[in-house]
């Protein structure tokens, strides 16, 4: 996208980014195709679901827990800097510190008194409490096998990974996994809608043990498949919609329906829309069909970038204009970049 045709896009922009911002990839990718991710119902109801699922995020997080922000990332904040962007929405989990849409990986959070816990002590005691495939994942990552981007390679090292760090090692058994209860349910259990005191049960090591538990369970601090965004979330992501002049879609396909009515927000609003994307994007006749012939790009865009490619060059055009288009005083809210930018 040239300079010229940004023209449109420079004030008071709205960006909602999605996966492919963060994996510059397609955002519908084959690393999805077969992998059926755990909904919240059986998170919440299943034992057995819970034990998988944090197996194989354990064997996941080291990694995932190094990832760093790429160009695209660093970029949205220059554009923020530069007075470009009043507020980011972000629809993955990589911890940037935006308005998160779908929640972020680094805390776990108890689904019955929402304290939260940093992820690597989370981590930490995991390890504690599964020594033995504390030990396994030692072995993998000496190996090279969860540090190699090659897929190839990991398949031959008998792993499948997933971009949100799930892990899955075929013909394991997950039953012996354990997962610590919340520490602070566990203190003091809390009383449920009828005021009924809660049971937590442990074992000697700390584990939360099924049977007579009623609460304590942690959980990732992400909005799981089927679970519901919280109102505060909505009412903010609103808000950020309703105060910007137009929006830009980062890397997204809209798949989810979150994502995507916000964006139907603000073509209800009149608001231009710009859609950078490889790949479709759910619904975007809504979005274009009203476009003239003649438009260069104020009355909305779509095209397909490498996100990691042409926002830094952007950025580097814009740098040199002399003014910036959005001073912090005239924005709704002043750009508080994330703290890695």
């Known amino acids: 996208i040239g300079v010229e045709s940004q023209d449109g896009w420079t004030i008071d922009a709205h960006p909602i980014h999605g996966a492919a911002a963060s994996t510059n990839h397609p955002p519908v990718g084959s690393s999805f195709r077969t992998y059926r991710p755990i909904y ?27 990832s760093k922000p790429n160009p695209a990332h660093r970029a949205v904040a220059d554009l923020g800097r530069l007075g470009y962007l009043s507020s980011v929405i972000t629809q993955t989990h990589p911890s940037l510190r935006t308005l998160e849409l779908h929640g972020y ?4 959070v108890c689904t019955t008194c929402r304290t939260e816990y940093d992820r690597q002590l989370f981590q930490n005691d995991l390890a504690q409490l599964n020594p033995a495939w504390s ?13 190699t981007e090659n897929p190839d390679e ?5 792993l499948k990974t997933n971009p949100d760090g799930d892990v899955d090692v075929p013909g394991v058994d997950y039953a012996t996994f354990r997962y610590p209860a919340c520490p602070s349910c566990l203190a003091k259990p809390p ?27 942690l959980k990732p601090n992400v909005i799981m498949f089927g679970e519901s965004i919280p109102d505060t979330t909505k ?32 073509r209800e609003q009149a608001m231009p829309v710009g859609i950078v994307n490889i790949g479709g994007v759910r619904g975007e006749d809504q979005f274009f069909g009203h476009l003239s012939t003649g438009n260069t790009g104020k ?12 926002l830094p060059s952007l950025v580097t055009e814009l740098s040199q204009r002399s003014t910036a288009p959005l001073t912090a005083s005239a924005m709704a809210r002043p750009f508080v970049p994330a703290p890695w930018a």
């Open 105 to 108: 990986l680094r805390s776990a």
């Open 154 to 158: 990991r398949r031959r090292l008998g």
């Open 235 to 266: 009412v903010a992501a609103e808000k950020a919609i309703d105060e910007a002049s137009r929006v830009l879609v980062l890397g997204s396909s809209l798949a989810t329906y979150s994502a995507w009515r916000l964006v139907k927000r603000a």
């Open 299 to 310: 009355e909305g865009l779509r095209c397909a970038h490498i996100l990691e490619e042409m």
């Open 135 to 147: 030990d396994f994942l030692n072995e993998m990552l000496a190996s090279g096998a969860l540090t």
């Open 40 to 66: 919240f119902h059986e998170f919440v109801a299943n034992h057995a679901a819970r034990k998988r699922y944090w197996a194989r995020s354990f064997l996941g997080w080291t990694n995932l827990n190094k």
């Open 191 to 217: 009383t449920d809608k009828d005021g009924k005191r809660h049971v937590v049960e442990v074992d000697v090591d700390g584990a939360w043990l099924a049977g007579n538990s009623t609460a304590g369970i």
